[in-house]
Every structure is written in C-alpha cells, then in structure tokens.
C-alpha cells in the first residue's frame, strides 16, 4: 500500500478497499438484545477454561520453536476455526452482534478493534470461557459446541493476561498446568508432560527462570510464561489476548515472531491486538471488530487503508509501506 490519504470520522459501516466488509448485519444472528437465546439455532455449549494466559519469547529461544510441535498431544483433525452468526448478549445488550469469520489452518489471524469492540468477548466464547447464545464454532470441522470439556481443552488453548500474581508455584509448575488435559485425572505427569513443559518453557523464552516462584516475576516475564503454559496445552489452536503487553520492544517483536513461526508450523493463531502495526507486520489475516460486529477481514495490506481506520478508530492515518519489512506501515493523527 502505498500514499496517503487521511481516513474518516467514526461511523462504522463501510471499510473501503476493504475485503470484506460488515458480514453480519444487525441483528443477523436472530438474537433479540433483550431475550439471546431466541435464535433456534443450537447455543455454544459451555466449555473449558483452557490454559493459560499471555505468552511470549526472547532471542535465546527462536532457534527452538522449529522443532516444537504445538500438536503432539492434540487427537482428532487439527484444523481451521470457522465462525457463524455469533451472538452474545449481556445485560441486554448484544456484544457480540452476529459474527461469521475463519481462520485458515495456520494461519495467524489477529482481532483488531476499539477499545470495547467485543475483542476479549470472542476470544472467550472461542475458548468456551462464555456460552454463545446463538451461532456456531467449529475447528477442524468440529463443532465446539458439541465437544467434551476436556477435548476441547485439548484443542485449544488462551492465554490471556495473568492478573493473579499471588499464585505460590514455581514457573514450571504454572507450565505444567497447561498439560492438566492431557494427564489421566488421577494419573501423575509422564516423562513426555516433562519435555513438553521444558520445550514450552524454551520456545516462550521463559526457560531461565523456570525455578522461580512465579509471583516473583515481573509483568513481562509472567507475560512469557503464560504463553508457555499455552502452549503446553499442545493446542491447534491458541487464542492469545494483547499477547505484547507488558513487553519491550524486542519482546514484542520476538513474541509475535514466535507466534508466526508456530503459525508456519501448523499452529492456527488467533490473537487480540491493539497495534495495528504489529498486527500488520506479523498476521496473516485479520479480522476488524467494531460495537461487536465484523467490519472488515482479510490480509492486512487490503484491510488496513485510511478509511477503514479512520472510520473504525476516528483517527486519521497514513498508511506506507515498511521500509524494512514491507508491510502495511501505519502512521495517526488526531
Ligand atoms: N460481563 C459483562 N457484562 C456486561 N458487559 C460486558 C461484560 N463483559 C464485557 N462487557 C462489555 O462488552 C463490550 C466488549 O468487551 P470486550 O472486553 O470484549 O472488548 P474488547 O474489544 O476486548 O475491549 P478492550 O480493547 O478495551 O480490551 C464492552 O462494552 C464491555 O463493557
């Protein structure tokens, strides 16, 4: 993309240049704001709270996320998430208005929007932490709705953000959480849980400090852990929410190069991000959310034009090319 044009003022319905634009209208899901549930078509069963939360990487560990395999443990097809006429309501108020969306088999996608948009929401009725009240989810042509709880855990794994910093385990010990889906309920962890852990632990960069109790660790280190324990759920799927946060430059940049290399590997990433720059440089596709609604999908370099983000956001903005990396580059303005 190249040029610059100055976008529009808020007012979400059309993204120009767009791939895809405004899938789902207004009520498309048949769910009346004031009675969800009414659509007759079968709600998400509820789920899982799979795994973890947030992730990330440094230098040290790149040269180890080739050889880990974010599948192992996964049984049945690992494959793409399909998404259809998802609707949620809360306190009569659809916050999720209908959503259709896929996200190919390793592919990394990444969910951007407003402060608000449904982000976090549809990450959670993925992972099956909240109960859709219309609509279908489907991964590798499964339908979640219809999974068992410790299958889907299987599947797929969230890391969001740790806000529970008192928890008195070791680093290692948080990781090994992420295998409780694949350990027999009463059964001890095998030698291969072991390894699992030690690889998540190396391909998140939070391998140096895997004895450390993990309330000791500072924002951006808990931030790696938690995408090892993610990890260690060997997911098809992994749903991260703003996985940079608390992170440094470098961190982020290592983080997202992490995500897009498990992506390559077969991982299908869906992440939430606020940086459209960072969510240009590393996703493969992306999803745009406003009041709960798709207004765009697509490649970043078709989604990502002035208007679109200065309709979504109310900002102008300029969009180049990177002069080093050749993606979309953005630059705002008020
Ligand atoms: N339990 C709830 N009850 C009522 N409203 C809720 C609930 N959870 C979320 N919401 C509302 O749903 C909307 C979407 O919230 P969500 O956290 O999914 O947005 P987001 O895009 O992740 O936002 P942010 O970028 O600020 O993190 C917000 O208006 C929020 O206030």
Same mark, same amino acid.
């Given at each position: 993309?190249?040029?610059?044009?100055?976008?529009?003022?808020?007012?979400?319905?059309?993204?120009?240049?767009?791939?895809? /634009?405004?899938?789902?209208?207004?009520?498309?899901?048949?769910?009346?704001?004031?009675?969800?549930?009414?659509?007759?078509?079968?709600?998400?069963?509820?789920?899982?709270?799979?795994?973890?939360?947030?992730?990330?990487?440094?230098?040290?560990?790149?040269?180890?996320?080739?050889?880990?395999?974010?599948?192992?443990?996964?049984?049945?097809?690992?494959?793409?998430?399909? %998404?259809?006429?998802?609707?949620?309501?809360?306190?009569?108020?659809?916050?999720?208005?209908?959503?259709?969306?896929?996200?190919?088999?390793?592919?990394?996608?990444?969910?951007?929007?407003?402060?608000?948009?449904?982000?976090?929401?549809?990450?959670?009725?993925?992972?099956?932490?909240?109960?859709?009240?219309?609509?279908?989810?489907?991964?590798?042509?499964?339908?979640?709705?219809?999974?068992?709880?410790?299958?889907?855990?299987?599947?797929?794994?969230?890391?969001?953000?740790?806000?529970?910093?008192?928890?008195?385990?070791?680093?290692?010990?948080?990781?090994?959480?992420?295998?409780?889906?694949?350990?027999?309920?009463?059964?001890?962890?095998?030698?291969?849980?072991?390894?699992?852990?030690?690889?998540?632990?190396?391909?998140?960069?939070?391998?140096?400090?895997?004895?450390?109790?993990?309330r000791t660790l500072s924002g951006g280190e808990r931030q790696r852990v938690v995408l090892a324990r993610a990890l260690a759920q060997e997911p098809a799927l992994l749903l991260l929410d703003e996985p940079t946060n608390h992170l440094d430059v470098r961190a982020q940049l290592?983080?997202?190069?992490?995500?897009?290399?498990?992506?390559?590997?077969?991982?299908?990433?869906?992440?939430?991000?606020?940086?459209?720059?960072?969510?240009?440089?590393?996703?493969?596709?992306?999803?745009?959310?406003?009041?709960?609604?798709?207004?765009?999908?697509?490649?970043?370099?078709?989604?990502?034009?002035?208007?679109?983000?200065?309709?979504?956001?109310? /900002?102008?903005?300029?969009?180049?090319?990177?002069? %080093?990396?050749?993606?979309?580059?953005?630059?705002?303005?008020?």
């Open positions: 993309m190249s040029g610059r044009a100055d976008g529009g003022r808020r007012g979400v319905d059309a993204a120009g240049g767009a791939a895809r /634009v405004d899938a789902a209208g207004p009520g498309a899901a048949g769910v009346d704001a004031a009675g969800p549930g009414a659509a007759g078509r079968p709600a998400e069963q509820s789920g899982s709270v799979p795994g973890v939360i947030s992730r990330h990487q440094n230098a040290e560990s790149r040269g180890t996320v080739a050889g880990f395999d974010p599948r192992n443990g996964s049984s049945g097809s690992a494959g793409g998430l399909r %998404i259809d006429r998802l609707a949620f309501a809360r306190e009569g108020r659809l916050i999720i208005d209908g959503i259709d969306a896929t996200v190919p088999v390793g592919a990394f996608g990444a969910v951007v929007g407003p402060n608000g948009a449904g982000k976090s929401t549809l990450l959670h009725l993925v992972a099956g932490i909240e109960r859709a009240d219309a609509g279908a989810l489907s991964l590798g042509g499964d339908a979640l709705g219809r999974m068992r709880r410790r299958e889907r855990a299987r599947r797929i794994a969230i890391a969001e953000q740790q806000t529970d910093g008192d928890v008195d385990l070791t680093v290692r010990e948080v990781v090994l959480l992420g295998r409780t889906p694949h350990i027999p309920v009463l059964g001890a962890p095998s030698s291969r849980d072991h390894d699992v852990v030690a690889q998540s632990l190396a391909a998140a960069g939070a391998a140096p400090f895997a004895e450390r109790r993990f290592d983080a997202l190069e992490v995500l897009a290399e498990l992506a390559r590997g077969g991982l299908t990433v869906l992440a939430a991000l606020h940086d459209l720059n960072l969510a240009a440089a590393y996703a493969d596709h992306l999803i745009v959310l406003a009041d709960g609604r798709v207004v765009a999908a697509g490649a970043p370099d078709a989604v990502l034009t002035p208007e679109l983000i200065g309709a979504v956001y109310g /900002v102008r903005a300029a969009v180049t090319t990177h002069p %080093i990396t050749g993606r979309p580059l953005i630059a705002f303005a008020p």
